[in-house]
Protein backbone atom coordinates (compact mmCIF):
# COMPACT_ATOMS: atom_id res chain seq x y z
CA UNK A 1 0.00 0.00 0.00
CA UNK A 2 0.62 3.15 -0.57
CA UNK A 3 -0.31 6.78 0.05
CA UNK A 4 0.10 10.31 -1.59
CA UNK A 5 -0.01 13.26 0.55
CA UNK A 6 -2.44 15.82 -0.84
CA UNK A 7 -2.75 19.97 0.71
CA UNK A 8 -6.49 18.80 2.20
CA UNK A 9 -6.18 14.76 2.80
CA UNK A 10 -4.39 11.31 2.39
CA UNK A 11 -5.35 9.62 -0.83
CA UNK A 12 -4.31 6.00 -0.92
CA UNK A 13 -3.11 4.58 -4.14
CA UNK A 14 -4.42 0.90 -4.18
CA UNK A 15 -7.53 -0.65 -3.03
CA UNK A 16 -5.62 -2.46 -0.01
CA UNK A 17 -5.46 0.78 1.70
CA UNK A 18 -8.86 0.21 3.76
CA UNK A 19 -7.42 -3.25 4.90
CA UNK A 20 -3.84 -3.45 5.09
CA UNK A 21 -1.23 -1.09 7.34
CA UNK A 22 1.08 1.27 5.94
CA UNK A 23 4.44 0.59 7.04
CA UNK A 24 5.98 3.70 5.02
CA UNK A 25 3.84 6.17 7.84
CA UNK A 26 5.24 4.53 11.13
CA UNK A 27 7.68 7.75 11.37
CA UNK A 28 5.07 10.46 10.94
CA UNK A 29 2.84 8.13 13.60
CA UNK A 30 5.09 8.50 15.96
CA UNK A 31 5.23 12.00 15.45
CA UNK A 32 1.59 12.51 15.40
CA UNK A 33 -0.56 12.84 19.16
CA UNK A 34 -2.51 9.51 18.99
CA UNK A 35 -6.12 9.79 20.58
CA UNK A 36 -9.42 7.93 19.66
CA UNK A 37 -11.84 9.69 17.15
CA UNK A 38 -14.74 11.50 17.24
CA UNK A 39 -17.00 8.24 17.49
CA UNK A 40 -16.45 7.79 21.28
CA UNK A 41 -18.64 10.39 21.31
CA UNK A 42 -22.07 10.74 20.23
CA UNK A 43 -21.02 9.18 16.64
CA UNK A 44 -22.25 5.70 15.90
CA UNK A 45 -19.60 3.09 14.53
CA UNK A 46 -21.08 0.22 12.77
CA UNK A 47 -22.67 1.07 9.46
CA UNK A 48 -25.41 -1.73 9.74
CA UNK A 49 -26.40 0.03 13.23
CA UNK A 50 -26.35 3.52 11.40
CA UNK A 51 -28.95 2.50 8.30
CA UNK A 52 -31.56 1.35 10.98
CA UNK A 53 -31.19 4.57 12.80
CA UNK A 54 -31.61 6.00 9.42
CA UNK A 55 -34.38 3.92 8.33
CA UNK A 56 -36.43 5.02 11.34
CA UNK A 57 -35.89 8.97 11.54
CA UNK A 58 -35.79 9.58 8.06
CA UNK A 59 -32.13 11.20 8.31
CA UNK A 60 -29.42 10.56 6.07
CA UNK A 61 -25.99 9.05 7.40
CA UNK A 62 -23.13 11.45 7.60
CA UNK A 63 -19.75 9.08 7.69
CA UNK A 64 -16.56 10.36 8.30
CA UNK A 65 -13.87 8.62 7.11
CA UNK A 66 -10.80 8.66 9.75
CA UNK A 67 -7.43 7.33 10.37
CA UNK A 68 -7.25 8.78 13.93
CA UNK A 69 -3.50 7.68 14.55
CA UNK A 70 -2.44 8.99 11.43
CA UNK A 71 -4.26 11.25 9.35
CA UNK A 72 -3.41 15.27 10.68
CA UNK A 73 -5.99 16.28 7.85
CA UNK A 74 -8.41 13.94 9.83
CA UNK A 75 -7.54 16.04 13.30
CA UNK A 76 -8.26 18.83 11.86
CA UNK A 77 -11.60 18.62 10.90
CA UNK A 78 -12.33 17.20 14.25
CA UNK A 79 -10.81 20.23 15.75
CA UNK A 80 -11.86 22.85 13.40
CA UNK A 81 -15.55 21.20 12.68
CA UNK A 82 -16.85 17.83 13.83
CA UNK A 83 -16.34 18.87 17.56
CA UNK A 84 -18.27 22.57 17.27
CA UNK A 85 -21.03 23.44 18.55
CA UNK A 86 -22.01 24.85 15.11
CA UNK A 87 -21.43 21.39 13.73
CA UNK A 88 -22.94 19.28 16.75
CA UNK A 89 -26.02 21.50 17.12
CA UNK A 90 -26.88 21.00 13.37
CA UNK A 91 -26.01 17.45 13.21
CA UNK A 92 -28.21 16.35 16.50
CA UNK A 93 -31.63 17.67 14.07
CA UNK A 94 -30.56 16.62 10.60
CA UNK A 95 -28.56 13.55 10.16
CA UNK A 96 -26.99 10.03 11.66
CA UNK A 97 -23.89 10.28 12.66
CA UNK A 98 -21.46 7.80 11.51
CA UNK A 99 -17.31 7.49 12.22
CA UNK A 100 -15.31 4.79 10.09
CA UNK A 101 -11.89 4.74 11.71
CA UNK A 102 -9.22 2.98 10.16
CA UNK A 103 -6.32 3.82 12.50
CA UNK A 104 -3.05 2.29 12.22
CA UNK A 105 -3.50 0.85 15.56
CA UNK A 106 -5.83 -0.74 18.24
CA UNK A 107 -8.75 -2.28 16.30
CA UNK A 108 -8.95 -5.98 15.67
CA UNK A 109 -9.00 -7.39 12.09
CA UNK A 110 -12.58 -8.46 12.01
CA UNK A 111 -13.48 -4.86 12.57
CA UNK A 112 -10.67 -3.64 10.21
CA UNK A 113 -12.06 -5.52 7.65
CA UNK A 114 -15.74 -4.48 8.59
CA UNK A 115 -14.99 -0.88 8.18
CA UNK A 116 -12.42 -1.86 5.00
CA UNK A 117 -15.81 -2.96 3.24
CA UNK A 118 -17.84 0.04 3.96
CA UNK A 119 -14.84 2.37 2.29
CA UNK A 120 -14.73 0.01 -1.17
CA UNK A 121 -18.46 -0.24 -1.12
CA UNK A 122 -18.16 3.43 -1.69
CA UNK A 123 -15.34 3.81 -3.56
CA UNK A 124 -13.56 5.89 -0.45
CA UNK A 125 -9.57 6.44 -1.08
CA UNK A 126 -9.00 9.60 0.38
CA UNK A 127 -8.78 10.55 4.48
CA UNK A 128 -10.47 12.45 5.43
CA UNK A 129 -13.80 12.05 3.80
CA UNK A 130 -17.17 13.01 4.44
CA UNK A 131 -20.25 10.99 2.90
CA UNK A 132 -23.66 11.82 3.15
CA UNK A 133 -25.85 7.88 2.75
CA UNK A 134 -29.69 7.90 2.37
CA UNK A 135 -31.57 5.56 4.45
CA UNK A 136 -31.58 3.38 1.48
CA UNK A 137 -27.93 3.16 1.35
CA UNK A 138 -27.45 5.12 -1.36
CA UNK A 139 -24.59 7.92 -1.94
CA UNK A 140 -25.95 11.52 -1.84
CA UNK A 141 -22.77 13.56 -1.83
CA UNK A 142 -18.98 13.19 -1.35
CA UNK A 143 -16.84 15.54 0.69
CA UNK A 144 -13.02 14.23 0.03
CA UNK A 145 -10.60 15.88 1.99
CA UNK A 146 -10.42 19.20 4.18
CA UNK A 147 -9.90 22.33 2.72
CA UNK A 148 -9.81 24.66 6.07
CA UNK A 149 -13.39 25.82 5.64
CA UNK A 150 -14.75 27.16 8.62
CA UNK A 151 -17.36 25.12 10.53
CA UNK A 152 -20.39 27.39 9.61
CA UNK A 153 -19.18 26.99 6.32
CA UNK A 154 -18.34 23.35 6.13
CA UNK A 155 -21.92 22.52 7.70
CA UNK A 156 -23.64 24.80 5.16
CA UNK A 157 -22.15 23.30 2.10
CA UNK A 158 -22.75 19.74 3.61
CA UNK A 159 -26.19 21.00 4.52
CA UNK A 160 -27.22 22.21 0.95
CA UNK A 161 -27.23 18.19 -0.08
CA UNK A 162 -29.67 17.13 3.02
CA UNK A 163 -32.71 15.98 1.23
CA UNK A 164 -35.74 17.80 3.26
CA UNK A 165 -38.07 14.98 5.20
CA UNK A 166 -42.02 14.96 4.47
CA UNK A 167 -42.37 17.12 7.93
CA UNK A 168 -39.84 20.09 6.52
CA UNK A 169 -41.20 19.95 3.32
CA UNK A 170 -44.80 20.43 4.86
CA UNK A 171 -43.44 23.77 7.19
CA UNK A 172 -41.43 25.42 4.58
CA UNK A 173 -44.51 25.29 2.27
CA UNK A 174 -46.43 26.89 5.62
CA UNK A 175 -43.61 29.09 6.76
CA UNK A 176 -41.39 30.74 3.29
CA UNK A 177 -38.86 32.17 6.45
CA UNK A 178 -37.90 28.66 7.66
CA UNK A 179 -34.85 28.50 6.05
CA UNK A 180 -33.43 31.87 7.75
CA UNK A 181 -34.27 33.78 4.20
CA UNK A 182 -37.08 36.40 4.55
CA UNK A 183 -39.33 37.30 1.46
CA UNK A 184 -40.17 40.61 1.81
CA UNK A 185 -38.73 44.28 3.15
CA UNK A 186 -41.32 44.52 5.48
CA UNK A 187 -40.50 41.14 7.41
CA UNK A 188 -36.36 42.24 7.08
CA UNK A 189 -37.29 45.39 8.41
CA UNK A 190 -39.26 43.98 11.82
CA UNK A 191 -36.52 41.28 11.79
CA UNK A 192 -33.59 43.38 11.89
CA UNK A 193 -35.14 45.56 14.61
CA UNK A 194 -34.22 42.80 17.55
CA UNK A 195 -31.14 41.58 15.93
CA UNK A 196 -28.81 44.54 14.97
CA UNK A 197 -28.09 43.71 12.24
CA UNK A 198 -27.87 45.34 9.26
CA UNK A 199 -30.44 44.07 6.26
CA UNK A 200 -29.22 42.47 3.12
CA UNK A 201 -31.98 42.33 0.05
CA UNK A 202 -31.36 40.19 -2.93
CA UNK A 203 -33.30 41.78 -5.16
CA UNK A 204 -34.66 40.79 -8.21
CA UNK A 205 -37.47 42.42 -11.15
CA UNK A 206 -40.81 40.52 -9.97
CA UNK A 207 -41.49 39.12 -13.77
CA UNK A 208 -37.98 38.48 -14.50
CA UNK A 209 -37.30 34.46 -14.69
CA UNK A 210 -33.68 34.32 -15.56
CA UNK A 211 -33.22 36.66 -12.79
CA UNK A 212 -34.89 35.06 -10.40
CA UNK A 213 -33.37 31.51 -10.96
CA UNK A 214 -30.03 33.87 -10.41
CA UNK A 215 -31.15 35.19 -7.42
CA UNK A 216 -31.94 31.43 -5.76
CA UNK A 217 -28.45 30.28 -7.08
CA UNK A 218 -26.91 32.98 -5.19
CA UNK A 219 -29.00 32.39 -1.84
CA UNK A 220 -28.31 29.12 -2.06
CA UNK A 221 -24.64 29.25 -2.74
CA UNK A 222 -23.00 27.28 0.53
CA UNK A 223 -20.10 29.91 1.09
CA UNK A 224 -22.94 33.41 0.47
CA UNK A 225 -25.09 31.59 3.00
CA UNK A 226 -23.00 31.08 5.74
CA UNK A 227 -21.19 34.38 5.91
CA UNK A 228 -24.81 36.28 5.12
CA UNK A 229 -26.58 34.34 7.88
CA UNK A 230 -23.64 35.14 10.34
CA UNK A 231 -23.65 38.92 9.36
CA UNK A 232 -27.12 39.81 7.83
CA UNK A 233 -30.83 39.75 8.11
CA UNK A 234 -30.98 38.60 4.57
CA UNK A 235 -34.51 38.79 2.22
CA UNK A 236 -34.86 37.40 -1.39
CA UNK A 237 -37.29 40.31 -2.47
CA UNK A 238 -38.99 41.31 -6.01
CA UNK A 239 -38.76 44.72 -7.51
CA UNK A 240 -41.66 46.17 -9.86
CA UNK A 241 -41.11 46.91 -13.28
CA UNK A 242 -41.64 50.79 -13.88
CA UNK A 243 -42.06 50.08 -17.31
CA UNK A 244 -45.12 47.75 -17.28
CA UNK A 245 -46.46 49.84 -14.77
CA UNK A 246 -45.59 48.02 -11.51
CA UNK A 247 -44.75 50.89 -8.70
CA UNK A 248 -43.13 49.83 -5.31
CA UNK A 249 -41.91 53.42 -4.14
CA UNK A 250 -39.49 51.95 -1.30
CA UNK A 251 -37.89 49.38 -3.80
CA UNK A 252 -37.39 51.61 -6.45
CA UNK A 253 -35.65 54.35 -3.56
CA UNK A 254 -33.31 51.42 -2.71
CA UNK A 255 -32.25 50.83 -6.30
CA UNK A 256 -32.04 54.65 -7.09
CA UNK A 257 -34.91 54.76 -8.56
CA UNK A 258 -33.33 53.26 -11.87
CA UNK A 259 -35.38 50.05 -13.41
CA UNK A 260 -33.44 46.65 -13.13
CA UNK A 261 -31.83 45.31 -16.01
CA UNK A 262 -32.87 41.92 -17.80
CA UNK A 263 -31.89 39.18 -15.84
CA UNK A 264 -30.02 41.59 -13.30
CA UNK A 265 -29.81 40.77 -9.44
CA UNK A 266 -29.15 43.57 -6.94
CA UNK A 267 -27.74 43.16 -3.70
CA UNK A 268 -28.36 46.00 -1.41
CA UNK A 269 -27.58 47.05 2.69
CA UNK A 270 -29.80 48.84 4.56
CA UNK A 271 -30.66 48.97 7.88
CA UNK A 272 -34.10 50.76 7.79
CA UNK A 273 -34.92 49.84 4.60
CA UNK A 274 -35.34 52.87 3.39
CA UNK A 275 -31.66 54.21 2.99
CA UNK A 276 -28.85 52.19 0.54
CA UNK A 277 -25.39 51.62 2.55
CA UNK A 278 -23.91 49.54 0.40
CA UNK A 279 -25.16 47.63 -3.48
CA UNK A 280 -23.71 45.71 -5.70
CA UNK A 281 -24.47 43.01 -8.63
CA UNK A 282 -25.76 39.67 -7.71
CA UNK A 283 -25.12 38.09 -11.30
CA UNK A 284 -21.28 38.47 -10.01
CA UNK A 285 -19.54 34.37 -8.78
CA UNK A 286 -20.72 34.12 -4.98
CA UNK A 287 -17.13 34.68 -4.12
CA UNK A 288 -16.86 38.12 -5.37
CA UNK A 289 -20.29 38.93 -3.98
CA UNK A 290 -19.16 37.95 -0.56
CA UNK A 291 -15.83 39.48 -1.39
CA UNK A 292 -17.70 42.81 -1.52
CA UNK A 293 -20.17 42.28 1.48
CA UNK A 294 -16.53 41.54 3.76
CA UNK A 295 -14.85 45.05 2.53
CA UNK A 296 -18.49 46.79 3.40
CA UNK A 297 -18.70 45.42 7.18
CA UNK A 298 -14.82 46.07 7.52
CA UNK A 299 -15.30 49.38 6.33
CA UNK A 300 -17.89 50.21 8.30
CA UNK A 301 -16.85 49.15 11.47
CA UNK A 302 -13.56 50.96 10.75
CA UNK A 303 -15.53 54.45 11.00
CA UNK A 304 -17.45 53.43 14.22
CA UNK A 305 -14.34 52.96 15.44
CA UNK A 306 -12.92 55.58 14.22
CA UNK A 307 -16.35 57.58 15.67
CA UNK A 308 -15.85 56.52 18.94
CA UNK A 309 -12.31 57.37 18.65
CA UNK A 310 -13.40 61.39 18.55
CA UNK A 311 -15.53 60.88 21.48
Not at 20 to 42: K, M
Not at 197 to 216: F, Q, Y
Not at 278 to 283: D, K, R
Request: include cysteine; charged fraction near 20%; charge should be negative.
Amino acid sequence: MRMARTKSGMTVVGVSQCVGRSLSWVAIVLCLTIRPAAGSEGWLTEYDTALTAAAESGRPVLTIFTGSDWCPHCKTLEDNVLATETFLEWASDNVVLLMIDLPQQGISPAVRSERSQVCIKYGVRTFPSALLIGPDGQKITIKKGYHGQSAATWVSEMAAHVPARPADQATAATDPAKDGVLTSLEEAVATAQGKQRPILLVVSRKSDSGAKTRSAELVNDPEFDAFTRENFVVAEVPAGDPGAGETDEPMQRLLGGAPLAPEAVEIIVTEDGQTPLFSQSGTQTPARVVGGLRRFLAARQAARENTATRR
